[in-house]
Each structure stands twice: as structure tokens, then as C-alpha cells.
């Protein structure tokens, strides 16, 4: 018998070439007349031309968003909120930017509109992680959650090539560990299919045309679909295992998730294999093999030793990934864990 828990996350999503046109109207829709802008200091000056077309509803940018979320980051932006009286923020960029409104916005209860350059999928779930003296935690809380979100495809045509395919491919593992989730629900599921159908039929024609507006657009519907699918349900070993590797080994963050994709489906992929059924026949068959052939195809990272990591580094991996004990499909024990590591730092085909 069907038994299921559905709660809708309650967000405003603008979808569609040339939307971000909309976002001084949305600023006023939601009652604010002084936006401040964050960005990285690499998308500075497109935060900057954005400020400006904003006008009078722009009260300037802060550049400062970094990887992971510092606090001493989000305490300058707290500042500069307070100096210019910014009543909501406008969050330009990838996760890293997004991760910095959301840092201000649990600390202000501020507002936030995203505009989304990358896959990574955090604007649309209420979580947050960020790190204080070299530790990351995460916190999950409704003042995180953004309240509007601009998809705007024509702003993810000069993404690189090389982050569109990693950022794609971090993007469906929120979907495949998705359809495992032990609360996952009938719309969740649908999602996580629907997004992983986008980015494989997508992801294969940026790599040869990264300027298909078309491919673009499907790849960002993916994008949202799977990050929607991250903020509804609960992820397991791979997340956590790219939480270990990023937290602790500092690889980089959408480049693990590619590496150990293929992986930690093929782990998973006996015990929950009716509930990846719909995701091995997308990549033919064999969820493991077949992610891992996709992401060969389209030019991926494959093995976690090109990220500095070395060989004796995996035993302490294996016992991190496995110290507090969390639901996964398939029980874990470091023995598999440290076996799996071993196959994903080599960079081998996984059965
Ligand atoms: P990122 O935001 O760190 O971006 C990487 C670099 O690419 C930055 O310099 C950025 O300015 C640049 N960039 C972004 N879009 C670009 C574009 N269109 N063209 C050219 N350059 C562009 O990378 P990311 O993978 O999007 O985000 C990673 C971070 O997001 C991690 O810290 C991760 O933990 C977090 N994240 C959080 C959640 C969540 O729900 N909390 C979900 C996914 C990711």
C-alpha cells in the first residue's frame, strides 16, 4: 500500500531565456526597494552590471562569496547589510553565492532572490553549510529556503564547459540518491527522473555546443528538478561520502560529486534496485557502468587521485565516512567503504 509524506517547498521560480530581466519586478513583488547584491570576486562585474540595471532598487554589491561559507564572510556581509539598510538580497552565482545569501538571510531572516549560474541546485533547499574554525556543519531551517529563484538560461552560456559537466553531474546525484530516499515521495521521485532525463540528453550537447541555448535550458531545468528533489528528501552515503572527501580532504566540491557518482549508485544499486530501476535504464542498463560510462563520454573526472588525495589518505576517508552511523539502502561498514574509495581513486569502471 502507498504511504507518503509531500510537503511543497514555498518558492517562487521564474523559469526562461531572458527572465532575469524580471528581477527588479520581483524585488518589488516581494515588498523590498533595497536589494544588495553578492557575488564572487570571479562574477564581480557581472553583479556589478546587474546592480546597475537595477537602479535605484540596488543598494550595491558585495563580492565576497567563497567555497564553503565562512562565517567571517557572512560577518562582513552582515555589516554592509546593516550599513546600507539592504532589506533583501540578491544572490548572483553558483552554490558558493547562494550559500552566502542564505548564511545572511538565517542570521536576518532577509528576503533572497537567486539567479542561479550553475547546477549545484542549493537555491532551492533550506539547507545551509558553513564553516567555523575549519569545521563544516550544516543546518537545516525555513528562513534559509529562498523566497524567489530566476532560472535564467542565457546566464549559464558562458559556464565552462568542464563545470557545466561536473556542476550536471553533482546536480543528479541529489536525484539518484533521490529515488532511494527513505522519505521519498511520488512528486519527488518524478523529479529526480525528469532531471536526470534533462542532463542526459543535455550534458552531451554542451560538451560539443556550449552555446546550444537549448541544451542550456534543459540542462537548468535539470538543474532545478534535482536541487528540488535535495531540499524534499534525506541523501545517504554518496553525499556523505562527498561531505567527508570535501570537509575533510578539501576536494573540490562538484568534482567529487562526479567522481563518486557512478560509485556509490553501483554500491547502492542491488539493494535499492527497484527504486533505481527508472535511472539504469536512462544510462542503459547498468546504473554504475552506466553513469560511469556517461560520465566518461562527456569528459568527467574519474578518479578522486587527480585531486591530490593520496592512496593512504582512503583509510581515514573510510573511517570518517563511516564514524556516525546514517541510513543508506545498503548497510555500510568501513571495509566496503574504504573498497569503494579504492575503486573511485583509481578511477575503475564500476560493475
Ligand atoms: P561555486 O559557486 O563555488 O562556483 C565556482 C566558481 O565558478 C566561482 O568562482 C563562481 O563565481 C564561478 N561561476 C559560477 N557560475 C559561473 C558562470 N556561469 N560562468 C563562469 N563562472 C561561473 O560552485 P558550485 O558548484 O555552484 O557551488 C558549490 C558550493 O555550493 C559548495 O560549497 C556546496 O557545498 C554548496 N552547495 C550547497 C547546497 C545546499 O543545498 N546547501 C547544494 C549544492 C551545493
Not at 42 to 66: N, T
Request: glycine content about 10%.
Amino acid at each position: 500500500m502507498r504511504s507518503f509524506t509531500y510537503a511543497a517547498s514555498p518558492a517562487r521560480i521564474l523559469f526562461g531565456a531572458g527572465r532575469s530581466a524580471e528581477i527588479g519586478a520581483a524585488i518589488e513583488e516581494i515588498g523590498c526597494r533595497r536589494a544588495l547584491v553578492l557575488a564572487t570576486s570571479h562574477q564581480k562585474a557581472d553583479a556589478e552590471a546587474l546592480s546597475e540595471r537595477l537602479g535605484a532598487l540596488s543598494v550595491g554589491v558585495f563580492a565576497g562569496a567563497v567555497m564553503h561559507t565562512p562565517v567571517t564572510v557572512t560577518q562582513t556581509a552582515l555589516e554592509i547589510v546593516a550599513e546600507r539598510r539592504a532589506d533583501c538580497l540578491v544572490s548572483f552565482g553558483g552554490g558558493s553565492t547562494t550559500g552566502l545569501g542564505k548564511a545572511v538571510a538565517y542570521r536576518t531572516d532577509l528576503p533572497q532572490i537567486v539567479i542561479p549560474t550553475t547546477y549545484a541546485g542549493s537555491e532551492v533547499t533550506p539547507i545551509l553549510g558553513q564553516t567555523e574554525d575549519g569545521r563544516k556543519t550544516t543546518v537545516r531551517h525555513p528562513s534559509i529556503l529562498p523566497e524567489v529563484v530566476v532560472y535564467d538560461p542565457d546566464l549559464t552560456l558562458g559556464l565552462p564547459v568542464a563545470m557545466s559537466v561536473t556542476s550536471g553531474l553533482n546536480a543528479m546525484a541529489h536525484a539518484v540518491e533521490g529515488l532511494y530516499a527513505r522519505d521519498r515521495n511520488p512528486v519527488s521521485t518524478l523529479m529526480a527522473v525528469e532531471g536526470l532525463k534533462a542532463f542526459a540528453a543535455s550534458l552531451p550537447v554542451l560538451v560539443k555546443s556550449p552555446q546550444d541555448a537549448e541544451a542550456r535550458a534543459d540542462a537548468l531545468y535539470g538543474a532545478w528538478l534535482c536541487g528540488t528533489v535535495l531540499g524534499a528528501v534525506g541523501m545517504a552515503l554518496h553525499h556523505k561520502i562527498c561531505h567527508t572527501l570535501g570537509g575533510s580532504f578539501d576536494t573540490p566540491h562538484a568534482e567529487t560529486h562526479a567522481v563518486m557518482l557512478p560509485h556509490t549508485a553501483a554500491f547502492n544499486a542491488e539493494a535499492a534496485r527497484e527504486e533505481l530501476a527508472p535511472a539504469a535504464s536512462i544510462f542503459g542498463g547498468s546504473i554504475g557502468g552506466g553513469l560511469w560510462d556517461f560520465a566518461k563520454s562527456i569528459g568527467a573526472p574519474l578518479s578522486l587521485r587527480d585531486f591530490g588525495l593520496s592512496e593512504a589518505d582512503l583509510d581515514g576517508a573510510a573511517n570518517i565516512a563511516t564514524e556516525n552511523p546514517y541510513w543508506n539502502p545498503r548497510p555500510i561498514d568501513q571495509t566496503s567503504i574504504r573498497t569503494l574509495l579504492q575503486q573511485a581513486w583509481e578511477g575503475v569502471r564500476p560493475d
